[in-house]
């Protein structure tokens, strides 16, 4: 097989393997080395990337923080309903996940809590509603009050009170995502002072992640996905710190998929990084010539995603797929709360 087809990205998954809580310490979760230029693939911590990454190259890291983004409330009759915040319109205007979706029409209020409701006003073409936030105070104090953290689909338990911070990186500042870029999930504060030390480079940038990452490709051929839409940002100090190391033939490592589409979409063809933000819908898939992008460090994903398809993409289908059986095999916790692998 070459990658070319959906059902490639097909492979068995026990469920027993699916993660539902993370490890702790947050370094200590299992990290698969797959090195691309002799196809050998070891076993290592996360902790030992402080010895795999050398003075001088760049990690590039996502700051986008997870929004409190699941609103749990009822309908008028007293029917539980849901509303999955997913991008703010601007104003006190959503667009948003809605369930029931039948039940919830335009004119139907949700209420969330004793001065929170929500106001369903339209139906997008994507089936997706624009909602209105009917709040006494800012509408972001009433999200961080009573929002609860919107756990992946796979991780099939409520969202507890650890969840808050522990699904979140540790460098996350600027709100805005409805899933953690969950490959920095994995990196300590101790860890990024060790590294830093050593003389690794520091890059953050912004992408702010949408539902649509857990969205299964549906099609058989990868070229008719229609790709789901996320907002990124690059300032002048992350282009400067990418640029100056590329100049001095250092390395790039990206810290999850969402860094990867940040920098590809951002990238000139020679590589360049340009400062700037906007809305990108790059699909990213075998094949594909990265411009600025030298490592990956990633997690374990669904079967037939777009981010296994990226994941082979840079390392290639046949050992992209190798690595999972091998993980499967292994016994590697995948998805979200799972273990890590770091492609080099």
């Known amino acids: 097989m070459s990658g070319s087809f959906t059902s490639d990205y097909d492979f068995f998954l026990p469920p027993s393997l699916v993660a539902s809580v993370p490890v702790e310490p947050r370094d200590a979760a299992r990290l698969m080395v797959v090195d691309r ?13 402080e010895t795999l990454i050398p ?23 007293g029917a539980p309903a849901e509303i999955l915040l997913l991008k703010p319109l601007g104003g006190d205007a959503w667009e948003a996940m809605v369930s029931p979706g039948g039940k919830l029409k335009p004119g139907r209020v949700v ?14 073409e994507r089936r ?6 009917i709040t006494r105070g800012p509408a972001d104090a009433a999200i961080e009050a009573h929002g609860h953290i919107p756990l992946p689909p796979y991780i099939q338990r409520p969202d507890e009170p650890a969840d808050r911070e522990r699904y979140q990186t540790v460098y996350a500042r600027e709100s805005g995502s409805v ?16 590294l830093a030390a050593k003389g690794v480079k520091r890059a953050e940038v912004l992408l702010h992640v949408g539902a649509g990452t857990f969205k299964p490709v549906e099609v058989e051929d990868p070229a008719l996905h229609v790709m789901h839409e996320e907002w990124y940002s690059v300032n002048d100090d992350a282009a400067r710190a990418v640029n100056d190391a590329r100049a001095r033939g250092g390395h790039i490592w990206a810290v999850g998929t969402t860094a990867v589409r940040t920098l590809e979409s951002a ?9 700037g933000q906007g809305d990108t819908r790059i699909f990213i898939r075998p094949p594909y010539g990265f411009r600025a992008v030298d490592r990956l460090i990633t997690n ?14 840079f390392a290639g289908y046949d050992l992209t797929m190798r690595a999972y059986r091998t993980a499967v095999a292994e ?14």
């Open 128 to 133: 997706t509603r624009v909602v209105r936030l």
């Open 179 to 194: 899933a953690a870029p969950t490959a920095g999930l994995h990196f300590t504060t101790r860890l990024l002072d060790a």
């Open 267 to 275: 990238a000139l063809p020679d590589g360049t990084l340009v400062p």
């Open 37 to 49: 230029a002799t196809g050998t693939i070891t076993h290592r911590r996360f902790s030992d990337l």
């Open 300 to 313: 374990f994903h669904l079967p037939r995603s777009t981010l296994i398809m990226l994941v082979a993409a």
């Open 111 to 124: 209420h969330i809590a004793p001065g929170f409701d929500v106001a369903v006003q339209s139906v997008t």
């Open 55 to 77: 003075p001088g190259d760049v990690l590039v890291l996502n700051r986008s923080r997870v929004l409190r983004a699941r609103l749990l409330g009822t309908r008028d009759s």
């Open 331 to 344: 016994g590697y916790r995948f998805y979200s709360y799972g273990d890590a692998m770091v492609i080099l």
